[in-house]
């Protein structure tokens, strides 16, 4: 099946730095790709919907300035979380469509701020 | 609004059958997924089922929909200790295909 790739599966940083996620469609085009984020025991929210070649769409409560979406190609997209702080220490993770109605999902970023 | 409800813990003998349920509140949703989340890893697709039947079968797996109660349930059969993960449902929001509204997850541990 489709696959999707999401580096890096790990990463600490300080606060106050930025960390840039990034989610690539290894061998299918992806025109749209989903951002979630998961906290410790919940479910995935979403964050934002990415288009090639237009603006992310961020969902409410969602500071888009905050959390910097690139979709640049038809196989990446990248999620930067800016000025990280502790409270944003969470497990994002990415998806793409693909044929139909199936979702793929990317192996999960965990993000610790310290 | 859109809300999917599971319950958040199963325990299960290895070699039986596990029932995880799930409710949700879009009648007009037309897929529903159940996804399997691994310690510390991404979400791997376990099956769907378009809104028009009741019910789909893939080797261990059933999935039975009941759509006039919005009633989902995804059924194990001879449990495995590799089935222990966390099982998400998902219907597709109003943003269309793959815009998915999760349920917190049901965290299924299989003991001997």
């Known amino acids: 099946g489709a696959v999707v790739s999401q580096h890096p599966s790990r990463v600490i940083c300080k606060s106050g730095t930025s960390v840039k996620i990034e989610c690539r469609s290894l061998?299918?085009?992806?025109?749209?790709m989903f951002w979630y984020r998961q906290f410790p025991k919940q479910s995935l929210m979403l964050m934002a919907t990415?288009?090639?070649?237009?603006?992310?769409?961020?969902e409410q409560g969602v500071e888009k300035d905050k959390f910097l979406i690139n979709h640049a190609s038809l196989t990446l997209s990248t999620l930067t979380v800016t000025s990280a702080h502790p409270e944003d220490s969470s497990f994002y993770i990415c998806?793409?469509?693909?044929?139909?109605?199936?979702?793929?999902f990317g192996q999960g970023t965990r993000l610790t701020v310290v | 609004g859109e809300d999917v409800e599971q319950s958040l813990f199963l325990s299960v003998r290895e070699g039986d059958s596990s029932v995880i349920n799930c409710t949700y509140t879009?009648?007009?949703?037309?897929?529903l997924y159940w996804y399997k989340q691994e310690p510390g890893a991404g979400l791997q697709l376990l099956t769907y089922?378009?809104?028009?039947?009741d019910m789909k079968q893939d080797q261990r797996l059933t999935v039975l929909l009941n759509k006039k109660d919005k009633h989902l349930s995804l059924r194990i059969a001879d449990t495995q200790t590799g089935d222990s993960a966390i099982y998400f449902c998902?219907?597709?929001?109003?943003?269309?295909?793959?815009?998915?509204?999760f349920g917190a997850g049901t965290r299924l541990a299989v003991h001997p």
């Open positions: 998806s793409a469509p693909g044929r139909a109605a199936e979702a793929f």
């Open positions: 061998d299918f085009q992806a025109t749209t």
């Open positions: 990415s288009n090639e070649g237009s603006k992310a769409t961020y």
């Open positions: 879009d009648s007009s949703s037309t897929y």
């Open positions: 089922i378009f809104s028009n039947m």
């Open positions: 998902a219907e597709v929001g109003a943003g269309g295909y793959n815009k998915l509204i």
